[in-house]
């Protein structure tokens, strides 16, 4: 069965042979859905996705790592308002 692309995954496989020392140890792909890229923290220019891996094993035996990205985005906290300070006077007195 071959390798079934789905939203915000994807996989590394280790490579099995270098053909010069600055070839990548892993390679695979990423199916990143762009419609909704506003869910993603973007820094300048840039989007920056948390990604999530697993190492798994294939039917073949061969180990990769599985591969997720992480929309989840923290909500900040809103700004504290000023507390309220009890200075004894009752604000409801009409003078």
Do not use: C
């Given at each position: 069965?071959?390798?079934?692309h ?44 948390r ?45």
């Open positions: 069965m071959a390798f079934e789905r939203k915000d995954s994807g996989r590394l496989m280790a490579a099995t042979s270098k053909r010069h020392e600055k070839a990548p140890d892993y390679f695979g792909e990423i199916a990143i859905d762009i419609k909704d890229l506003t869910k993603v923290e973007k820094q300048g220019d840039l989007f920056v996705f990604l999530n891996g697993w190492k798994r094993k294939s039917q073949s035996g061969m180990t990769y790592l599985s591969l997720s990205i992480d929309r989840y985005v923290e909500n900040k906290p809103a700004k504290p308002q000023a507390k309220k300070v009890d200075d004894g006077f009752d604000s409801d007195v009409p003078w």
